[in-house]
T-cell receptor, first 111, second 114 residues
């Protein structure tokens, strides 16, 4: 079945260090979305990428969609304690009008 | 304030009891979804609905039931047939387009079976 894997599963970084999470799909995706879930909270939409090779930036966050549209990455430059949380990627489920979520990467930032 | 309201936030249930989780949205979204999240894991789709009086099973629908009698409301019933119901339940909604759009989530309902 369709799978969306994220690596790493957990990441601890010192405040100020960079962080990257990778998302790999077993199928080609028409688009990919990223969400952030703070501890004890609910997922919040960050961004959607649609085009092959697309790169988008939001302040210290850089999102990239792979050329083959099967992988994506989220890079955070100079992490801050406010970046703590779990980051999920999500893509359209094959043959259905809903999203299939990745396994998530849990980021801890040490002050 | 537009958004999604889930209730209750915390719920305790004895084994063998059915429980209904409420989800209401005032975003005028056509599509609504229920996801289940277990500790340290991703989100798995239980049911979704794109129009009133119609809904589809997601990946883990067994032991759950839903209804969509109004556009604004999409309640989820966790039945006694659900073998491991303790989890965090998230309701979401989105605009209905050519594909799944941005999801707006409620704050979630945390169900514990005693």
């Amino acid at each position: 079945g369709q799978q969306v894997m994220q690596i790493p599963q957990y990441q601890h970084v010192q405040e100020g260090e960079d962080f990257t999470t990778y998302c790999n799909s077993s199928t080609t995706l028409s688009n990919i979305q990223w969400y952030k879930q703070r501890p004890g909270g609910h997922p919040v939409f960050l961004i959607q990428l649609v085009k092959s090779g697309e790169v988008k930036k939001q302040k210290r966050l850089t999102f990239q969609f792979g050329e083959a549209k099967k992988n994506s990455s989220l890079h955070i430059t100079a992490t801050q304690t406010t970046d703590v949380g779990t980051y999920f990627c999500a893509g359209p489920k094959t043959g259905a009008n809903n999203l299939f979520f990745g396994t998530g990467t849990r980021l801890t930032v040490i002050p | 304030d537009g958004g999604i309201t889930q209730s209750p936030k915390y719920l305790f249930r004895k084994e063998g009891q059915n429980v209904t989780l409420s989800c209401e949205q005032n975003l005028n979204h056509d599509a609504m979804y229920w996801y289940r999240q277990d500790p340290g894991q991703g989100l798995r789709l239980i049911y979704y609905s794109q129009i009133v009086n119609d809904f589809q099973k997601g990946d883990i629908a067994e032991g759950y039931s839903v209804s969509r009698e109004k556009k604004e409301s999409f309640p989820l019933t966790v039945t006694s047939a659900q073998k491991n119901p303790t989890a965090f339940y998230l309701c979401a909604s989105s605009i209905l387009g050519a594909g799944p759009g941005e999801l707006f989530f409620g704050e979630g309902s945390r169900l514990t079976v005693l």
